[in-house]
């Protein structure tokens, strides 16, 4: 054979993509009715496996001009007429009487289109493949009438020939703008090639989802509405700033390990614009993702690199408000957090993928981790991510956000990026700890906190670790709408989340140190315990893995999803507290001006 492997791109590389110029010959227009490729000898072994992948429904994946080879389907639904359609790759062979047959001929048809506005232009809009086995080394063609090829795992070697035929027409309706929507997604059919209405029923899944979704937007909603209402009217009605308002005012104290703290929340923020980011742009250009997969991938390194200046901004902001002093905060360590904020996330995902490959790896998975996807991203990583990060924190470094937000006259306490606790006339609420509400208490508070989020993404879930392993082969562009939309809800909750638990935890505690750890690993993990559980479902009930491997891996991918998607949320749960605490203590210091 003189095949040789395809040079990617880096989004083919990291998707899994392998390519390889087949033996297979085209000359345009011009018509081969049987050529003979070549004589293979299959010993036992080869014999063995092929019976095995037969007898296991394999496909073959052939690309011609950018689009897929695929099998031709007629439905017939009784009201439009007779519809061709598309689906992508053709089979290795059949079973018979528990017999494997090989289909060692195809007779590839190539359709193709005569441009309007140059009709010296053509372009492919079609690839269909039918593929027949035969047992002499003819091309039958249209005929019945011949034997086929029995592969027989008894034998020590069979000689197998390879032959094929090249048809090529035009097809004058079909544009190449249009030509992927020919094809569907392989679930949609039964056994007989029948179209299914699997799609229609999944599309009124994911709409009660979407209800469901408002619904419980609304009735958190109307808790963060009370909250609002009840602190800051309290702080206007008072002479002196209410409850919250004095405790709020004694809550700008640095937690422990902030640098930590800032890295992580950093990190939060970039996956959240990589996730609204790529949403969007599916969405909005990919209006039907076959074909489009390595497009969408390369948008979405795109987008996550970008994010990185996001990850660096919000972490310098983050360390800025609650460090001690301004002095702290000098060039050398922008650089680290700001860099670790938009790396160490992906470099941490990054190391356990590629130990969790090397336990199970299998160099004709197409989902096992090459090295050279290791060196892609180690690129990216090292001449982009980091850069783009520390961009971001320079330029944090000497600007303030929550001052720009709220530009009115600030209380003397809050006039400079680092607010100073001021004292009070009145004594700070305290509890005992002893006498925390149940809600607060750690179990509680996880289990409680998790629920609505948990609601939102239920169902959408489903699909998103489905993809980790499996690709569809077409995907409706409102599918991406109905993901992003569970993905804005979903923050749209964790914001309104965290202003509630950070309400409750100052109103019910004495004491306000490390409030904001307390507010990021609660709402991070109050989501992540419910995801895990669903994942593991997921895999036992739902998912048809058979190989070792697979469970493995998608295990370790969906744990990082998991993990990545807490992390946002508690970031953004953080950053709504904190303003939220700002915005108390702006009401109560404007009051006592």
Same mark, same amino acid.
């Given at each position: 054979?003189?095949?040789?492997?395809?040079?990617?791109?880096?989004?083919?590389?990291?998707?899994?993509?392998?390519?390889?110029?087949?033996?297979?010959?085209?000359?345009?227009?011009?018509?081969?009715? /049987?050529?003979?490729? /070549?004589?293979?000898?299959?010993?036992?072994?080869?014999?063995?496996?092929? =019976?095995?992948?037969?007898?296991?429904?394999?496909?073959?994946?052939?690309?011609?001009?950018?689009?897929?080879?695929?099998?031709?389907?007629?439905?017939?639904?009784?009201?439009?007429?007779?519809?061709?359609?598309?689906?992508?790759?053709?089979?290795?062979?059949?079973?018979?009487?528990?017999?494997?047959?090989?289909?060692?001929?195809?007779?590839?048809?190539?359709?193709?289109?005569?441009?309007?506005?140059?009709?010296?232009?053509?372009?492919?809009?079609?690839?269909?493949?039918?593929?027949? +086995?035969?047992?002499?080394?003819?091309?039958?063609? &249209?005929?019945?009438?011949? *034997?086929?090829?029995?592969?027989?795992?008894?034998?020590?070697?069979?000689? =197998?020939?390879?032959?094929?035929?090249?048809?090529?027409?035009?097809?004058?309706?079909? *544009?190449?703008?249009?030509?992927?929507?020919?094809?569907?997604?392989?679930?949609?059919?039964?056994?007989?090639?029948?179209?299914?209405?699997?799609? #229609?029923?999944?599309?009124?899944?994911?709409?009660?989802?979407?209800?469901?979704?408002?619904?419980?937007?609304?009735?958190?909603?109307?808790?963060?509405?009370?909250?609002?209402?009840?602190?800051?009217?309290?702080?206007?009605?008072?002479?002196?700033?209410?409850?919250?308002?004095?405790?709020?005012? +004694?809550?700008?104290?640095?937690? !422990?390990?902030?640098?930590?703290?800032?890295?992580?929340?950093?990190?939060?923020?970039?996956?959240?614009?990589?996730?609204?980011?790529?949403?969007?742009?599916?969405?909005?250009?990919?209006?039907?993702?076959?074909?489009?997969?390595?497009?969408?991938?390369?948008?979405?390194?795109?987008?996550?690199?970008?994010?990185?200046?996001?990850?660096?901004?919000?972490?310098?902001?983050?360390?800025?408000?609650?460090?001690?002093?301004? $002095?702290?905060?000098?060039?050398?360590?922008?650089?680290?957090?700001?860099?670790?904020?938009?790396? &160490?996330?992906?470099?941490?995902?990054?190391?356990?993928?590629?130990?969790?490959? &090397?336990?199970?790896?299998?160099?004709?998975?197409?989902?096992?981790?090459?090295?050279?996807?290791?060196? /892609?991203?180690?690129?990216?990583?090292?001449?982009?991510?980091?850069?783009?990060?520390?961009?971001? $924190?320079?330029?944090?470094?000497?600007?303030?956000?929550?001052?720009?937000?709220?530009?009115?006259?600030?209380?003397?306490? =809050?006039?400079?990026?680092?607010?100073?606790?001021?004292?009070?006339?009145?004594?700070?609420?305290?509890?005992?700890?002893?006498?925390?509400?149940?809600?607060?208490?750690?179990?509680?508070?996880?289990?409680?906190?998790?629920?609505?989020?948990? #609601?939102?993404?239920?169902?959408?879930?489903?699909?998103?670790?489905?993809?980790?392993?499996?690709?569809?082969? #077409?995907?409706?562009?409102?599918?991406?709408?109905?993901?992003?939309?569970?993905?804005?809800?979903?923050? !749209?909750?964790?914001?309104?989340?965290?202003?509630?638990?950070?309400?409750?935890?100052?109103?019910? =505690?004495?004491?306000?140190?490390?409030?904001?750890?307390?507010?990021?690993?609660? %709402?991070?993990?109050?989501?992540?315990?419910?995801?895990?559980?669903?994942?593991?479902?997921?895999?036992?009930?739902?998912?048809?893995?058979?190989?070792? $491997?697979?469970? !493995?891996?998608?295990?370790?991918?969906?744990?990082?999803?998991?993990?990545?998607?807490?992390?946002? %949320?508690? #970031?953004?749960?953080?950053?709504?507290?904190?303003?939220?605490?700002?915005?108390?203590?702006?009401?109560?210091?404007?009051?006592?001006?």
């Amino acid at each position: 054979s003189s095949a040789k492997p395809v040079h990617l791109s880096v989004a083919e590389i990291i998707n899994g993509d392998r390519f390889w110029q087949s033996d297979y010959r085209l000359a345009f227009l011009k018509d081969e009715p /049987c050529l003979r490729i /070549c004589d293979r000898v299959m010993h036992q072994r080869s014999i063995e496996k092929s =019976v095995e992948i037969i007898k296991d429904d394999y496909i073959a994946h052939w690309v011609v001009d950018g689009i897929p080879a695929s099998t031709t389907f007629i439905n017939d639904d009784g009201v439009s007429g007779p519809k061709k359609y598309y689906i992508p790759g053709f089979s290795l062979g059949y079973e018979q009487d528990g017999d494997a047959y090989i289909n060692n001929h195809v007779m590839i048809v190539i359709r193709f289109h005569k441009e309007s506005d140059d009709q010296e232009k053509y372009s492919i809009v079609g690839v269909e493949v039918y593929p027949k +086995s035969v047992k002499e080394a003819v091309c039958p063609g &249209a005929t019945r009438g011949y *034997e086929h090829f029995k592969l027989d795992p008894h034998q020590e070697e069979q000689l =197998v020939p390879f032959t094929y035929s090249i048809y090529w027409r035009e097809d004058p309706d079909l *544009e190449h703008k249009d030509r992927w929507k020919m094809y569907i997604d392989p679930s949609t059919i039964d056994e007989n090639g029948n179209i299914i209405q699997a799609s #229609s029923k999944n599309t009124a899944i994911h709409w009660v989802s979407l209800i469901n979704s408002f619904v419980v937007l609304s009735f958190v909603s109307i808790i963060v509405a009370f909250v609002l209402m009840t602190t800051f009217r309290s702080n206007l009605a008072s002479e002196s700033a209410s409850e919250f308002g004095q405790v709020a005012q +004694s809550s700008f104290t640095p937690p !422990v390990f902030l640098n930590l703290l800032s890295i992580l929340t950093g990190s939060g923020i970039q996956f959240i614009f990589t996730l609204l980011g790529s949403g969007l742009l599916s969405f909005v250009f990919f209006r039907n993702t076959f074909g489009q997969q390595t497009t969408i991938f390369s948008a979405v390194i795109a987008v996550l690199i970008i994010g990185g200046f996001f990850a660096g901004f919000s972490s310098i902001q983050l360390f800025k408000l609650f460090s001690t002093s301004s $002095g702290e905060l000098n060039l050398k360590k922008t650089i680290i957090i700001s860099s670790l904020s938009g790396s &160490a996330l992906i470099t941490l995902s990054l190391i356990v993928v590629v130990i969790a490959n &090397a336990l199970v790896f299998d160099s004709d998975s197409p989902r096992s981790f090459k090295f050279g996807t290791f060196m /892609c991203l180690f690129l990216i990583y090292v001449v982009l991510q980091i850069p783009i990060s520390v961009i971001g $924190g320079i330029i944090s470094k000497n600007f303030n956000l929550l001052t720009k937000l709220l530009v009115k006259k600030m209380p003397d306490f =809050v006039s400079s990026s680092v607010p100073l606790k001021k004292a009070s006339n009145k004594p700070l609420p305290a509890s005992s700890s002893r006498n925390y509400p149940f809600y607060l208490k750690l179990p509680f508070s996880l289990l409680i906190l998790g629920i609505c989020p948990c #609601s939102i993404v239920f169902i959408e879930s489903r699909f998103l670790y489905v993809a980790l392993l499996v690709e569809r082969a #077409s995907t409706s562009y409102f599918m991406y709408g109905f993901i992003i939309s569970a993905a804005i809800l979903l923050l !749209v909750v964790m914001v309104e989340i965290g202003i509630i638990a950070t309400y409750l935890r100052l109103l019910n =505690v004495g004491s306000q140190v490390n409030w904001q750890w307390w507010t990021f690993l609660t %709402c991070s993990f109050s989501i992540w315990i419910y995801l895990v559980p669903l994942s593991i479902y997921h895999l036992i009930f739902k998912m048809k893995l058979l190989d070792s $491997g697979s469970p !493995v891996l998608y295990m370790v991918y969906t744990t990082i999803l998991n993990t990545v998607v807490s992390i946002a %949320c508690g #970031s953004l749960a953080l950053w709504s507290a904190t303003m939220f605490v700002y915005a108390v203590v702006y009401s109560a210091g404007t009051k006592e001006d």
